[in-house]
Nanobody, 123 residues
C-alpha cells in the first residue's frame, strides 16, 4: 500500500499550492482521508479530513477558509488546495488513510501514511 504525496514547494506568503496524494495497493473508497503536517520538534498536526464519499469535511481552525480538501475516488486521488499561505504553514505535509469512513481528526485514527511533501512559505 502506498500513498504518494506531491505538490509541495517553496512559495511566498499569500501564494497558493495544491497538494496531491495518489493511493495504490488497496482501495480507499470506503476510508476517510486526511492531511496532517509536522515541523521539526513538534507533534504531527491535523490539517483536514474528508469522509469516504466526500460529503463531509473538517478542518483545523488554523486553515479554515484557506484550505480545501477534496477527493476523486475514481482516480484514487486526494487533494489539498492551499490558498493565502502563511509562513506558519511551513511544514512537511502528510497524506493519510483512516480506519473509518468518517471524518477523523486524530493521528491514531489513521493507519496508512504517505512519505510527506515539504511546503515552505517565505515572508
Amino acid at each position: 500500500v502506498q500513498l504518494q504525496a506531491s505538490g509541495g514547494g517553496l512559495v511566498q506568503a499569500g501564494d497558493s499550492l495544491r497538494l496531491s496524494c495518489e493511493t495504490s495497493g488497496r482501495s480507499f473508497e470506503m476510508n476517510a482521508m486526511g492531511w496532517f503536517r509536522q515541523v521539526p520538534g513538534k507533534e504531527r498536526e491535523f490539517v483536514a479530513s474528508i469522509s469516504w464519499g466526500g460529503s463531509s469535511t473538517h478542518y483545523a481552525d488554523s486553515v479554515k477558509e484557506r484550505f480545501t480538501i477534496s477527493r476523486d475516488n475514481a482516480k484514487s486521488m486526494v487533494f489539498l488546495q492551499m490558498n493565502s499561505l502563511k509562513p506558519e504553514d511551513t511544514a512537511v505535509y502528510y497524506c493519510a488513510g483512516a480506519r473509518s469512513g468518517w471524518v477523523t481528526t486524530t493521528v491514531p485514527g489513521y493507519e496508512w501514511w504517505g512519505q510527506g511533501t515539504q511546503v515552505t512559505v517565505s515572508s
